[in-house]
């Protein structure tokens, strides 16, 4: 069986302090995963994926995360947030060849001044 | 990048009447192409699979003949809410890829409303 829970449906911090998002999943195969942003009324951005290269991934607007298979872990990090982070984020699971993404609940992440 | 183009971003009907929502991959070709549903606060529910020059493949509870899916080309999928009603209201969302493997590119999202 397939799946991902995101483990917090709502993070708050302060801007300019860590941000981390977390992600867990479990998968029969070798899992791509991805992190993407959601902003209000607008579809979904891609931050970052993981395709079984590099276990650290770079992402875009500072973000990155890291793939720990013997953790089942992908979770999203930031040094720094911004107002801007303020949104929605998504951690996807894609974990076999022509199987359906698996869309975790979602995490909100709201970011105070 | 690739793009994805939905339209349009916002519609309102009245009920009983039907409304299409076209998504369109604008620099890449696109065998397979996916739409949701996403209610608020809520993640996205898969609807359906649309693959070019076939008949979708609908996710169970999802009425085929209220959902009607068109991919009609390599670049086009259309989604035809018909005899809309106001539980139909919702934000829809439509994604493509290049090929398995290949991160998902979404549209914007269309936000209907059936009054």
């Known amino acids: 069986a397939q799946s991902v829970t995101q483990l917090d449906s709502h993070v708050s911090v302060s801007e300019g302090t860590p941000v981390l998002l977390r992600c867990n999943y479990s998968?029969?195969?070798?899992?791509?995963l991805f992190w993407y942003v959601q902003h209000p009324n607008k579809g979904l951005q891609l931050l970052l994926k993981?395709?079984?290269?590099?276990?650290l991934v770079k992402g875009i607007n500072g973000f990155e995360a890291e793939f720990k298979k013997s953790e089942t872990s992908f979770h999203l990090t930031k040094p720094s947030a911004h107002m801007s982070d303020a949104a929605e984020y998504f951690c996807?699971?894609?974990?076999?060849?022509?199987?359906?993404?698996?869309f975790g609940q979602g995490t909100e992440l709201s970011v105070k001044p | 990048g690739a793009v994805v183009s939905q339209h349009p971003s916002r519609v309102i009907c009245k009920s009983g009447t039907s409304v299409k929502i076209e998504c369109r991959s604008l620099?890449?070709?696109?065998?397979?192409m996916f739409w949701y549903r996403q209610f608020p606060k809520q993640s996205l529910m898969l609807m359906a699979t649309?693959?070019?020059?076939?008949?979708?493949?609908?996710e169970q509870g999802v009425e085929k003949d209220k959902f009607l899916i068109n991919h009609a080309s390599l670049t086009l999928s259309t989604l035809t809410v018909t005899s809309a009603h106001p539980e139909d209201s919702s934000f829809y969302i439509c994604?493509?890829?290049?090929?398995?493997?290949?991160?998902?590119?979404f549209g914007n999202g269309t936000r209907l409303t059936v009054t």
């Open positions: 994604s493509a890829r290049r090929a398995d493997y290949s991160p998902l590119h």
């Open positions: 998968s029969s195969y070798s899992p791509s």
């Open positions: 993981y395709t079984s290269a590099a276990t």
């Open positions: 996807v699971l894609n974990g076999r060849q022509g199987g359906k993404l698996i």
């Open positions: 620099d890449f070709q696109a065998t397979t």
């Open positions: 649309s693959n070019e020059g076939s008949k979708a493949t609908y």
